[in-house]
């Protein structure tokens, strides 16, 4: 009889009573596991109700028991298998057909590799939609290579997606990729292979004959002076019509007559409107002479207008000879390129650089700007320039449409924001002959806003403000204006992440040198004559007037403008933050001693726990834990204790808090309607440091990283907002509704998360560059004035120390996970008769064995806790006093509920009277 089908590729975990099972190593293809197949992990079993991929099978209630990477098997047979007779013989026969060494067994879009269990040795597997092909050699799936055609794309290209076999061309060269990309230009051996490259340049061919010069003489007879002056001369000259001719008078004449001539032939006739000497020449020669300057209205340049010696235009002359320019940088997407036509009047002392608008070219001089068409930074320069008429205003506008924030970073390409910039600046600044500017206008973020990028935005504008300031023509003291977008309302109602954009680049305004910086709201401006409604986000031209001159106005007289008041943002932080404990104030178990790090997680201080496995570290709460803010009293330390440079791939170091699902509720997680919210902290390490974030669910099937770096000994204010997770299941009761986790360190079991998006099955806590704190002993980081609010704000730095809780309401906070009736910073176990509780029992003449009472707690606690007894005499746990006979006697703790407990214990001697006394600790965190 032919035994049952069965699959048991690989290994499965489920948990106790746990609804899907999970797989490390098969794929669970609809031939080896279907709806009605069985599953059997040791003596249990269970049908298979769903397959949702490769790896994940759904399941009734697991009654085994929790079970981690241990063998199965799935017995075949669902009736989905079953076929008549006739069906199953010619199943039978194709079967037969398909079993050759020379049929593929065909891999799909979502597989890597070939099933194990398919195959046979000398059969080959391919994947049609990528080329790949295996081979199986003793029983094991062998990788060969991507047998592919070739896919002419045409001339390479930064925005197209290439995957291997595409071929490109790239100035006269031609490529083939052979790893799949988007964006790394060719030749890159790492992406693309040579498939014909651009030949050698010809041989140089011979010397051509020798073109026309100028100069050139002429004997005709003519006086020096003014007018048309006809010249007979040789022919084959270099001059064309229009060029500047000064002839010069050799003989019969002392002195010399230019102006524009006309030539052809031997005729060349100059109209001269420039005269030296007189008399009349009968022998000339000829030069070509430049334009005259566009002042040079007289016969001499201190007669010329706009000249100090022109009485009758002083402001003009002073001007002219002005050494006190204002520079102003302008940088953005489209709103800062657009100029539609538009007729004004420009200030006369404004000078605009004639940069393009092209990713990598450089402007080459200063011109007059237009008066027939209008933009943003050119209204705003000429407001400037207007309330200095005495000094010259230089505008820079280097802006390019439709691009994100990243572009801006230095190394960026296609297009490089930042060598633009730096291109033009320099360029610009040395056609002026000054060396510094002297202000910055930003509007970008159209690109941005509700996209993937935005809760990263304002890291990334600070990196690019630091690139600024790192410049030597960017003095520290540069005022710098952010324009917000246009309002949802503004736009047609289909943009609200406009409103939410707008709010981010005002505290983009507020957070970091605010004293320099104003947020310039174009959303003031509402309807349809300042807002395209055939471009939404852009404005009209009447619109980027008006927004140009408001600019110019808040230049100068502006008031700065917080965009959200600090006692708003600090109530919020005071009652709402998502995190307890946040700033390290309580520290009910420890009372500040040490606490070695455990695989299982040991309490550091309260609310947060240690996690570790290969290296070995201590931590514990330190007072005065920054140099640089006296503010924050207390901070969280971890140092290294016992070294590992070298991780083992389940290796790890975290410093975790669970959260209490009703503190997350107000973020709507795993809803349509989830929002975002800030987590902000301190950290200082003794080295550099590239460490991860990382928030999760309850079930670790919805994780998001987020990446921060520091330099060695350096106070750091680390800012990082998440977005919400629409899906997934976030508890929002008294159970745990989300983990926030600091990575210190993480074996590459753990490190391989793609940081700043929600993963599902994530295994690990960071990526890959994640520094191994634990790589030297003393390493030490030091966390504290962990803020995390709902939304987009987060308090301004300087605020930071003022958001702590007052003590007595983050003890009454820490009381609700951790209880003692120890009084606060003594440790529990400690020799201490200070708030025993005691129970005193005298009976007239009945005997006592055993005594017990009530315990009450100050708060009502999230769940049940544990409860465990101490010794006031000894410290010994699980122990009371019996103050009769001086000795510990065994207590039992029952009846525990959310708000107290009933303990008592059996007297050492039996006796008429006794007392006993206990402290205890109540823990449900």
């Known amino acids: 009889m032919t035994a049952l089908g069965s699959y048991s590729t690989g290994t499965v975990s489920v948990a106790a009573g746990g609804t899907i099972v999970t797989g490390i190593g098969p794929i669970w293809s609809d031939e080896n596991a279907r709806p009605g197949d069985i599953l059997q992990i040791g003596n249990f079993q269970s049908v298979i109700s769903d397959k949702t991929d490769t790896t994940h099978l759904v399941i009734p209630p697991w009654g085994g028991g929790a079970l981690v990477g241990v063998a199965y098997k799935i017995w075949q047979v669902s009736p989905q298998r079953f076929a008549g007779s006739e069906s199953l013989a010619t199943v039978n026969k194709l079967v037969a057909a398909f079993n050759t060494s020379g049929y593929f067994v065909f891999v799909d879009i979502d597989e890597t590799v070939p099933d194990p269990s398919l195959g046979d040795d000398g059969q080959y597997a391919f994947q049609p939609t990528t080329g790949k092909t295996w081979v199986k050699s003793a029983g094991v799936w062998a990788y060969l290579g991507i047998y592919k055609a070739f896919q002419l794309k045409g001339a390479w290209s930064g925005a197209t997606a290439y995957t291997v076999g595409d071929v490109v061309t790239l100035s006269g060269s031609s490529y083939a990729c052979v790893l799949d990309h988007t964006n790394h230009t060719p030749p890159n051996a790492t992406y693309w292979q040579v498939l014909a490259a651009k030949g ?35 022919a084959g000259l270099a001059y064309l019509t229009g060029a500047r001719v000064r002839a010069t008078a050799t003989a019969g004449a002392t002195g010399w007559l230019e102006g524009v001539a006309t030539y052809g032939g031997t005729s060349l006739t100059i109209n001269a409107d420039k005269v030296s000497g007189t008399g009349t020449g009968t022998a000339w020669n000829f030069n070509v002479a430049g334009e005259p300057g566009a002042s040079g ?32 940088l302008t940088t953005g997407q489209s709103n800062f390129v657009r100029d539609p036509t538009f007729a004004w009047t420009p200030a006369g002392n404004l000078f605009e650089w004639n940069y393009d608008g092209v990713d990598g070219h450089t402007g080459t001089a200063f011109v007059a700007p237009s008066g027939s068409s209008v933009s943003a930074p050119r209204k705003h320069a000429s407001e400037v320039a207007k309330a200095n008429p005495l ?16 572009q801006w970073i230095s190394g960026a390409t296609s297009p490089g924001m930042w060598t633009n910039i730096t291109n033009n600046v320099t360029a610009a600044l040395t056609a002026i002959g000054v060396s510094t500017i002297d202000a910055l206008l930003w509007w970008q973020g159209n690109a941005d806003q509700g996209g993937a990028t ?30 917000g977008l246009g309002s949802n309302a503004d736009n047609g109602g289909g943009f609200p992440a406009y409103d939410r954009f707008n709010d981010l680049l005002r505290y983009c305004a507020d957070q970091t040198d605010s004293e320099l910086r104003k947020f310039v709201d174009p959303s003031t401006f509402p309807g349809a004559t300042y807002w395209d409604p055939a471009l939404p986000g852009h404005m009209t031209a009447a619109g980027y007037y008006a927004l140009g001159q408001m600019m110019g106005q808040e230049f100068y007289s502006g008031a700065k403008k917080t965009s959200v008041p600090a006692s708003a943002l600090d109530a919020l932080a005071r009652n709402g933050s998502l995190v307890r404990n946040g700033f390290q104030s309580i520290d009910q178990l420890n009372a500040g001693a040490a606490v070695a790090f455990s695989a299982g997680g040991a309490r550091l201080t309260d609310g947060w726990k240690g996690f570790i496995t290969g290296p070995a570290a201590n931590g514990q709460r330190v007072a005065s834990p920054f140099s640089t ?51 902000g902290f301190f950290v200082n390490s003794n080295v ?26 350096t106070d750091t204010f680390i800012p990082l907002r998440f977005p919400g997770c629409p899906d997934g299941t976030w508890a929002n009761d008294t159970t745990t509704g989300m983990s926030v986790t600091f990575v210190l360190a993480n074996g590459s079991s753990f490190n391989g998360l793609t940081a700043d998006t929600w993963l599902t099955s994530a295994a690990g806590t960071s990526a890959s560059d994640q520094t191994n704190l634990g790589a030297t002993l003393s390493n030490a980081i030091t966390f504290s004035g962990i803020v995390a609010v709902p939304g987009l704000y987060l308090p301004p730095q300087d605020h930071w120390g003022m958001i702590q809780r007052p003590d007595v309401d983050e003890l009454r906070d820490a009381r609700r996970y951790i209880e003692t009736s120890y009084d606060y910073g003594v440790a529990p176990g400690s020799v ?22 009530t315990a009450r707690f100050k708060e009502s606690k999230r769940a049940t806790p544990i409860v465990t007894a101490y010794s006031p005499g000894t410290g010994a746990s699980g122990k009371v006093r019996d103050l009769g006979a001086a000795a510990d006697v065994t207590a039992l703790a029952d009846h525990i509920g959310l708000n107290g407990f009933r303990w008592s214990a059996s007297l050492s001697v039996a006796g008429a009277s006794d007392a006993l006394s206990m402290h205890w600790t109540a823990i449900c965190d």
């Not at 790890?652 to 107000?666: A, D, L, P, Y």
Request: hydrophobic share 40%.
């Open 200 to 234: 050698d340049p010809g041989a140089t061919g011979g010397a051509g004959p020798t073109g026309a010069g100028y100069g050139g003489t002429s004997t005709t007879s003519l006086a020096i002076g003014a007018g048309s002056k006809p010249f007979t001369t040789q």
């Open 297 to 328: 209205a007289g016969t001499g340049d201190m007669l010329a207008a706009n000249n100090l010696s022109d009485l009758a235009n002083k402001s003009a002359a002073r001007l002219n000879l002005s050494t006190d320019p204002i520079v102003i």
């Open 391 to 406: 000094r010259k205003v230089y505008l820079i506008n280097v802006a390019i449409s439709g691009i994100p924030i990243a």
């Open 454 to 483: 935005e809760y990263n935005y304002q890291t990334t504008f600070e990196a690019v403000m630091n690139q600024f300031k790192a410049q030597s023509w960017f003095p520290r003291a540069t005022p710098v204006m952010i324009v």
């Open 629 to 679: 803010r006296p503010d924050i009293p207390f901070g969280l330390k971890a140092v290294i204790t016992t070294a590992k440079g070298s991780l083992a791939s389940t290796d790890f170091m975290s410093i975790v808090q669970t959260v209490e699902g009703s503190r997350i509720k107000c973020l709507g997680m795993g809803t349509n309607v989830a929002r975002q919210f800030s987590l």
């Open 688 to 713: 550099a440091f590239v460490g991860y974030v990382c928030v999760r669910n309850t079930g670790a099937d919805r994780t998001f990283v987020r990446r921060y770096s520091i330099a060695a000994n």
């Open 832 to 853: 201490s008769q200070v708030g025993e509780e005691i129970l005193l029992l005298t009976m007239s003449s009945a005997t006592i064995a055993q005594m017990g009472g």
